[in-house]
């Protein structure tokens, strides 16, 4: 019997993760609050303490961080990381779809094994929200939620968030507001015993609702699933917050470029915005009023600031929007929480976004200044667990440099 027991313990030691302590680094926990120096311990997934002169013996692994700044893991809000791999080619884009409207769900395509995944993670995007594509329709589906670890055993949430648009799609603005309003209105009346009545009636079947979308819509008409609107004009932001007001959406305007002509009704209303400040010159007669100072002017009447980019692939460069933002007047602490915390808040991502004693370690170790271009991370964890940082530029690189002993048909 004993020698059963000693089989167990040493079995239950060898599967344990190991403890890491990240030592003297400044850190910017995504809370907002002052950079201050200490010690972060992590045992398994998650940060036991924070502090000054942890006792290195608590740890398995030390990584100095003196003169390097530490943050917690950038969360992308919208991306379309291991549902798209080339944007030109239909055989590796599954964020679409010609069947469902608003129950269009991405979660079940995502590819761990995606070249996006290491490119964004080694320069600092730990988790992101994948979402649905393009589309001319009013909404597009709904938006999941993945740590960008690269195992095939995924750690995600399904359907988080639904994306739509006003502006910009199919058909007459103001039909698209009122269909808009009048697809709320008939998910409303959802319950268990009328589906299939509310799927018959002419609305659903003149836009080929299937229950899925009914469903999903009923969440958002309920306010138990967030709705992230893409809107520019100022006048249809006017729309889109009477349809909070009407429904109690749980809302988040997105693009928002002439949100500055009414900011105190985007401040009444509470909703959080996710904007692209490199996106700053009007491409459309929806973006005339666009300013370079978007970010600094929404920040500065206290509404919580998001950050996208146009980048394709390339969602990490909100690190550049989000300085752009800062340099035209966004508080710089703001602009770090707005890539962290606000998005884990926003969401309901349970304890990420920040790092703080229970929560995930999903950290950064930065070289410098984690908003100047020139900086990059020296280390990446994600629930713990430190990320092999190699993307496939380092692997090409590695394979052109040292050719030497190849033969000239495989390095051709």
Known sequence: MKKIIFLALISVSFIQAESILIKSGTILDGSGENPFKADILIDGARIIEIGSGINESKADRLIDASDKIVTP????????????????????????SSIYGPGFSIFYAFNPNSTLIPWNKSNGVTSAISTPGYSNEIFKGMGSYFLLDGKYDITGLQDI?????????????????????????????????????????????????????IIALNKVALGELPIVI??????????????????????????????????????????PVIIDPMDNIPNSFDELASDIKLGGILDKNG??????????????????????????????????????????????????????????????????????????PISVLINGEIQDLTTRSDRLTERYINSNDLPKAYIH
């Open 73 to 96: 893991g950038l969360i992308s809000p919208i991306s379309n990381i291991g549902v798209v791999e080339i944007n030109a080619l239909d055989v590796t884009t599954d964020d679409e």
């Open 161 to 213: 968030a639904m994306y739509a648009r006003i502006g910009n799609v199919q058909g007459s603005r103001s039909e698209n507001i009122q269909l808009m309003e009048s697809m709320l209105l008939l998910a409303q009346k959802l319950n268990s015993d009328n589906i299939s009545e509310l799927l018959d009636g002419n609305l659903a079947s003149s836009f080929g609702l299937l229950e899925q979308d």
């Open 230 to 271: 893409e809107v520019n004009r100022a006048a249809d932001i006017l729309q889109a917050l009477r349809l909070k007001k009407i429904f109690n959406l749980d809302m988040i305007l997105m693009s928002v470029e002439e949100a500055p002509l009414i900011i105190q009704q985007i401040k009444d209303s509470g909703v």
């Open 303 to 376: 509404i919580k600031v998001m950050f996208s980019t146009q980048r394709s692939h390339n969602y990490h460069l909100m690190r550049q929007g989000a300085g752009n933002a800062v340099a035209h007047g966004m508080s710089y602490k703001n602009a770090i929480r707005g890539m962290t915390l606000t998005v884990a808040e926003t969401f309901k991502l349970k304890d990420r976004g920040q790092i703080k004693k229970g929560n995930f370690a999903d950290i950064v170790i930065w070289t410098e200044d984690p908003l100047e271009q020139m900086s990059y």
